[in-house]
Antibody, heavy 119, light 110 residues
Framework: QVQLVESGGDLVKPGGSLRLSCAASGFTFSDFYMSWIRQAPGKGLEWVSYIASGSTSKDYADSVKGRFTISRDSAKNSLYLQMNSLTADDTAIYYC????????????WGQGTLVTVSS | QSVLTQPPSVSAAPGQKVTISCSGSSSNIGNNYVSWYQQLPGAAPKLLIYDSNKRPSGIPDRFSGSKSGTSATLGITGLQTGDEADYYCATWDSSLSAGVFGGGTKLTVL
């Protein structure tokens, strides 16, 4: 069965950096678009970024553009999100998900990893 | 302020039907597929509807999706107490070149 397991969430100071990972199993990782979605405490879902199956295309929400970088390693069946220049507004649960909004939607989600940005 | 507009809350009695609307524009819903997600308390979201009106395997036919112009609708029939959750619509916005979610709708089954 499809499984996505995020890790790397932590408490970090404003201006700091963090790298999130998402380990995928149960499907051919290299065949699928992957995405990151976040949810601030008590708030709704916010799309963060996507990466195409062959890393041929990527895109980011304006709120993270220039600060976050999405990447993937098909040899390790893993998705990553490098987050720099973090602010309190980045505090959220970060979910990795399989798929893309333009077709098929996000059909599998991880359990999420909590990022807290605070001094 | 979300790009897609959903009612903050809806409610109905067990066994009844409810619809949740999602309003957008030509750059998002008007020209792209819509997906719907259910988020139970404390859980990760779950895909209910994709490509505007398709159900993934395992999703009961009590859940349905439709799209007309720049709006989409999620319908749930035969409401159960277990359907109490937050529901989100989402799509791609071609002008923003970004994914967009609605603000979410909290369903209460009275």
């Amino acid at each position: 069965q499809v499984q996505l397991v995020e890790s790397g969430g932590d408490l970090v100071k404003p201006g700091g950096s963090l790298r999130l990972s998402c380990a995928a199993s149960g499907f051919t990782f290299s065949d699928f678009y992957m995405s990151w979605i976040r949810q601030a405490p008590g708030k709704g879902l916010e799309w963060v970024s996507y990466i195409a199956s062959g890393s041929t295309s990527k895109d980011y929400a304006d709120s993270v553009k220039g600060r976050f970088t999405i990447s993937r390693d098909s040899a390790k069946n893993s998705l990553y999100l490098q987050m720099n220049s973090l602010t309190a507004d980045d505090t959220a649960i970060y979910y990795c998900a399989r798929g893309r909004l333009s077709e098929g939607g996000f059909d599998s989600w991880g359990q999420g990893t909590l990022v807290t940005v605070s001094s | 302020q979300s790009v897609l507009t959903q009612p903050p809350s809806v409610s109905a009695a067990p066994g009844q039907k409810v619809t949740i609307s999602c309003s957008g524009s030509s750059s998002n819903i008007g020209n792209n597929y819509v997906s719907w997600y259910q988020q139970l308390p404390g859980a990760a979201p779950k895909l209910l509807i994709y490509d505007s009106n398709k159900r993934p395997s395992g999703i009961p036919d009590r859940f349905s999706g439709s799209k007309s112009g720049t709006s989409a609708t999620l319908g749930i029939t035969g409401l159960q107490t277990g359907d109490e959750a937050d529901y989100y619509c989402a799509t791609w916005d071609s002008s923003l070149s970004a994914g967009v979610f609605g603000g979410g709708t909290k369903l209460t089954v009275l």
